[in-house]
């Protein structure tokens, strides 16, 4: 009961956070509401007893990336494309895509008759403090069995960082 | 309600931080700014209340009733969210932090040390969103500023807490004392470079001085909290000696043993329980010397009050020491208020002796100019984090194939440590040959 | 004024296209500042976070002092001379009493020579007290300015308990001293100069080897030797860059040529140098101060000098070294009891010039750190 009551709202503040994201005028407050959404989904995490997604989409997510993005935001100059009527042509193009895919979605929901993940075990069954670690177990599977794709994600980072480095001191 | 039943203790904890910190950390500015005025030679303040004790709350009342001043094209969503942010950011950090084992509003969080962290993170926002909704150049760039310091140290912070998290194999905080006290040596003493590495990264992480020129009143950019005046600029303020206590907590949760007494697990110098009632005995006695020299009547009452809150607060703590020595047989039941209530005392102890250093160091040393403090933060301590972060791992491995537990495992960690620093120094010297970080500033010679 | 290039700087915060496309900002350090040591404008041409050009606008303490001095007779001049460096009254007083006698042609007697020595390095000590603090707050160092004034206190109650006054102290006359010397003069000296030498190991213990403060100010300013000659600069600046110039042993005044003392002399001109060169400053004067209350001359302390002065026609100008530089009075005199013209050129003023030079190229967190090194007054600077 308090697990739907607390999904339902980040749920929705997730939902609401997204469409003001993408109706606002202004960036800074795009972004801001971006934020919000992002909480909301760690929030979500956090109900689903994934506490370290839960802290890791903070830190890593709301922490770095949105801090970028503001970073950007503010350095540059954004007079132009603000005085700029940027989403005035692409209204009605967009809302016909949008109702395409969720016809779509509701045709897949209707025709399996169920929600989804309906009959799946239910999480509740085991008390939160009986789980194992969630930090640990993602480090165990993260060293063992998907050892290769950490090591080629980590390789991929360290390639985009090099990248950038080289191509910020090119510049000066 | 189920909820209500199982969830009120944390509930009226968070409530009475809410409340009560606001108020401590007001004490902790009036604190600092008697340290300060120690240090100079000089007295602080004095005249509100007996010794200066009224000063914050005379300050408080006078942020609440002064003008809120909105600039005119400022942002007003963003110009009211940015001190909320702040502070929301340093309360919620401190809702993951434990005093004692039994005082932690959220109890026994599986990633207890990186919540605070994650958390006290976001408090970045509040500046940067700050600097921009002051809608003036110069706080903007300083605010910019003020948050890439906070990332670039960050990295260093986190790289040093792992090193500690390394020995400590957990992120619960009550784990993370626990494993200190079985292995009977704090991970500060076993990790020293981590640990200088971490009180310096913390305060450039609350922008403290000699890291403050984002914030500095004699610099030419005005910081990001310019254009906030009355409760607002109180609340950033707020958020910042928040920050203090929440950096200088995880220290020495991590570092400085928590809640253990020194030497907690050696049996012979249990008379150092001893130590905490008597602390307080002898500053309940100063005090109660000091009174007849006291100048006026109002002061005097003061301190006599002042030595009896001394007095009982040394009955509490030797209560649960003396109790079991007298009565064997009550010993069971006294341990949990020893473990809480002297826990708490040390606990308070390190954390206070933490921030008087923060407070020494900012009344002792001048500020740094901000491009040197980028090249310290990420050409040494970015480097001496993370190599110490290896070569600790590679201690730790020494230590666990030759069996080196507690003290012995130092054998193992501080030739670590002191191979980390030199070979940071030794890319620091390479770095500054390699440029010659001089001289941008001599003109053409015209007159020669 | 002209700024630099020909163009004249125009408003704040404009961005102004140059030749190069290169984004400039003016920058304004208004007449409001903390750090601007007084009311002075500067206006910086700020290319990202480097200074490329800068103006210094003056005049927003002036007060006509030189064209009320030609309304005023010569004694009832004296106390206007002590508000221009209001941080080193005592020398100004010193300079302008000497002129005088010089046009006059008479000689303060030995034991005035003395105690006005002893009174003006007294005051020389005071007014680097003074700097090292502020230049250390600008800086960031917090506690230094306490310390520093702590032993200003003790300069300014000697100087209260022989004139009355701490700050503007009209402590001489012209053809010597009206107060004789108070009787603990001596005792409170030696007292002070015993307790100083400490102090200022305190001061070199905070501040010399610290590696931040050395970060700070070394490399900062650099002001060469020929430069500095051909700027006009004078007092510390000049001898930081290298330059051995002190009047008082070049044109010894005073009771000077009776001491045995050095001048400190720097090597790289740069904003450290100038540190070093008036801590040592300070050392020299206190030992000066201790060999003077060793035998103070005893006789009259005032020259026979008429009540009303009037001064043959004729022009001087003499100079003496301020805390700050080369004072030098210009007195004009046309037989009157009041003089044609009273020309003082103020050491600040012309140390002022050499601030565009040592900020070209340095980030703007310097700018404070500069200004700071200049030890300029706005008293003097604007008159």
Redesign the interface.
Known sequence: M?DQAIFYFFAGVAVLSAILTVTRR?V??SA?FL?TALLATAGIFLELRA??L??VQ??LY???I??LF??VI??VNLDVAVRQLQFARQKWVGLLISLALAAQVGLMLWSSRKMPGQGMRVLNAVPA?KLP????EVAKSLFSSYLLPFEIASVLLLVAMIGAVVMAKKRT | M??VKQYWAPLVCGLAIVAVLPLIVGYVVLVERKI?AD????LGPMRVGPHGLLQPIADAVKLLIKEDIIPDDA?K??FW?APVLSVGAALLAIAGLAIGPAFQIAK????GI??V???S??G??GI??GG?ASNS?YS?IGA?RS??QL?SYETAAGMALVCGLLFAG???ITSIVEAQRNQGIWFGLLAPVAFFTYLVASIAETNR??F??PE??????AGYMTEFSGFRWSLYFLAEYTNMIVVASVATTLFLGGWLRPFSETRWLDFIDFLPPLLMAAIGVYCLRRTPKQPARVQQWFMLVVAGLCFALAVVLGAPVLVPMAKPSLAAAVKPFYLGIHGGFWFILKVSAYIYFFMWV???????????LMRLGWHFLIPLSIINVVLIGIAMIVGMYYHLNGWLLLLATIPASVIALIIALFILALEQKGQPQ??????P???? | MTGMAGNTITGT?EKQQTLLGADELI?N?GPQH??THGVLRVKLKLDGE?VIASECMIGYLHRGVEKIAEHRSYQQFAPYVDRMDYVAAVSNGLGYCEAIEKLLMVEAPPRARVIRTILTELQRIASHLLWLGTH????????P???CF?EREEILKIFEKYCGARLTTHAFRIGGLQYEAYDTLEKDVERFCQAFEPRIKDYED??TQ?R??L??T?????L?A??AI??GATGPVLRASGVKWDIRKAMPYAAYDQYKFEIPVGTTGDTYDRYMVRMEEMRQSRLICLQAIENIPTGPIMARVGKVLKPPPGEVYHSIEAPKGELGYYVISDGTVQPYRVRIRPPSFVNLQSFD????????????AIIGTLDIVLGEVDR
């Open positions: 308090l202004n800074v407050h801001i934020i506490e370290f839960f802290i903070i830190i709301v922490g770095g949105m801090v503001v970073f503010m350095l403090d670690p969630n930090s640990e | 189920e909820f300060m240090m100079q030679a000089r942002d969503l963003v969210l026994d969080v599986n990633i990186l919540f962290v994650g958390v993170a976001m970045i926002f940067v969103l921009w150049h903007l910019l948050s890439a990332v957990t992120l619960n001085a000699p403050d020129l500095a009143e004699s610099e030419l950019v900012r009344f002792t040393l001048p500020r740094y100019r901000f491009d040197q001089k001289a941008p500033g001599t003109a010679d015209s007159y020669a | 915060g920058l350090m903390p750090s480097r250390a707050l600008d800086i960031g160092a917090l506690t300015l306490f310390y702590r905070l501040l610290n931040i403060w970060g700070r070394k490399g900062v300013g650099i060469k020929a430069d051909a700027l030079h040592m900020v070209k190229g340095h980030l703007v967190a310097d700018v404070v």
